[in-house]
Nanobody, 118 residues
Framework: QVQLVESGGGLVQAGGSLRLSCAAS????????MGWFRQAPGKEREFVAA????????SYADSVKGRFTISRDNTKNTVYLQMNSLKSEDTAAYYC???????????WGQGTQVTVSS
């Protein structure tokens, strides 16, 4: 089991950047595929990006491809989401999630708010 705590959210102007962090506690962090999801007010939670546990391959939603970069540091039990060229439509609560050995995203953080002003 893993516990997840996000940080790094805030208010930024359109075109700006933020880096989110997700610190994990618990064992076997390197065996978790880690994902970032977001939920805007009145909308369903949506996938943003993920990085695999085995070889660190990354995948992205089309809406963030080329602007966001997910990375992980297994020595620090931390996953990051670098967000560049932010748009107002990126405004949402961002959640980190853990998927143990491909069994599904069963572990979630409490979320961090990102607000992009236009």
């Amino acid at each position: 089991q893993v516990q997840l705590v996000e940080s790094g959210g805030g208010l930024v102007q359109a075109g700006g950047s933020l880096r989110l962090s997700c610190a994990a506690s618990g064992r076997a962090f390197s065996s978790y595929t880690m994902g970032w999801f977001r939920q805007a007010p009145g909308k369903e939670r949506e996938f943003v990006a993920a990085i695999s546990w085995r070889i660190g391959s990354a995948s992205y939603a089309d809406s963030v491809k080329g602007r966001f970069t997910i990375s992980r540091d297994n020595t620090k039990n931390t996953v990051y989401l670098q967000m560049n060229s932010l748009k107002s439509e990126d405004t949402a609560a961002y959640y980190c999630a853990g998927n143990f050995l491909g069994r599904g995203y069963d572990y979630w953080g409490q979320g961090t708010q990102v607000t992009v002003s236009s």
